[in-house]
């Protein structure tokens, strides 16, 4: 089955342009160059329902509004999220409007998460999610506990453990394809996870070295240790400009950008 993945940001926590920074990157007059926070989204067309479009974001961060409007995104069938942290959840309460429409049709939308980020969307959202909660019009969204696998509208969503700094987050693959963000490390097991792909889409932040994050050259060592035949970097910083950083990477290695989409065999 094909599906078409877009990036629908490929920046770093802080975005880019960086609030206050002057920089040749932060000032570029090359849109790659501008950069929301990091989230991709999935679409294909389900097989078992006469072919009707699906579609599953990983992470809704600070700009998933924005972001939305951008992909006219007028449906979301389940969100998937790689971790707690601030860029990649903040945007949760812009899913109200999607999720009212969803949810006349077949219910809350599913929000799969591992245990520490789902405790995190508690407190954060804990408006939406308490059972106290009596605002009305809070988003109908449902956590789900995030297995090893996930199976959405017949596309399966193999979850694969990283690190990020201390922490033990998510990594997806959906057929062919593996989006790994937010990475400073690879456990072992996981690379028998991530062999035979199309695409790997992987952090690198910066080339400086960072305590949470991959630089350029760890990233591009894993790409190589996995063999994907393609590499997109995404979680990037404004230290890196598109043109001059692509100029150097290995020809089956880019950086990915803003509203890039290509074809996936799930
Ligand atoms: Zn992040
Ligand atoms: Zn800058």
Redesign the pocket.
């Given at each position: 089955m094909d599906g078409l993945l877009t990036f629908m940001g490929t920046g770093t926590s802080m975005g880019?342009?960086?609030l206050g920074?002057?920089?040749?990157?932060?000032?570029s007059a090359d849109p790659h160059d501008r950069r929301l926070r990091p989230s991709v989204l999935l679409k294909w067309h389900d097989p078992g329902e006469d072919g009707r479009e699906r579609f599953v974001v990983i992470d809704t961060g600070p700009d998933f509004r924005e972001q939305a409007l951008r992909a006219k995104l007028k449906h979301i069938d389940a969100i998937f999220y790689t971790h707690g942290h601030a860029d990649h959840i903040l945007g949760l309460d812009d899913l109200r409007p999607l999720s009212f429409t969803a949810f006349r049709e077949n219910g809350p939308i599913p929000l799969y998460a591992s245990p520490e980020t789902t405790k995190v969307l508690e407190r954060v959202f804990d408006y939406t999610f308490s059972p106290h909660a009596t605002y009305p019009n809070r988003a109908r969204l449902r956590l789900e506990p995030l297995e090893e696998r996930t199976t959405v509208h017949g596309v399966e969503f193999l979850r694969i453990p990283l690190m990020h700094g201390k922490m033990e987050i998510s990594g997806f693959r959906f057929g062919r394809t593996a989006y790994l963000t937010d990475v400073s490390g690879i456990p072992e097991a996981s690379f028998a996870l991530l062999e035979g792909l199309d695409n790997l889409i992987i952090s690198a932040l910066r080339q400086e070295p960072h305590p949470s994050h991959a630089t350029v050259k760890q990233a591009l060592g894993w790409a190589r240790r996995t063999g994907a035949r393609h590499t997109w970097f995404t979680h990037i910083a404004?230290?890196l400009g598109h043109e001059a950083t692509n100029r150097e990477l290995p020809e089956e290695v880019r950086l990915s950008y803003d509203g890039l989409s290509f074809p996936v065999s799930l």
């Open positions: 880019v342009p960086t920074c002057d920089c040749a990157v932060c000032t404004h230290e």
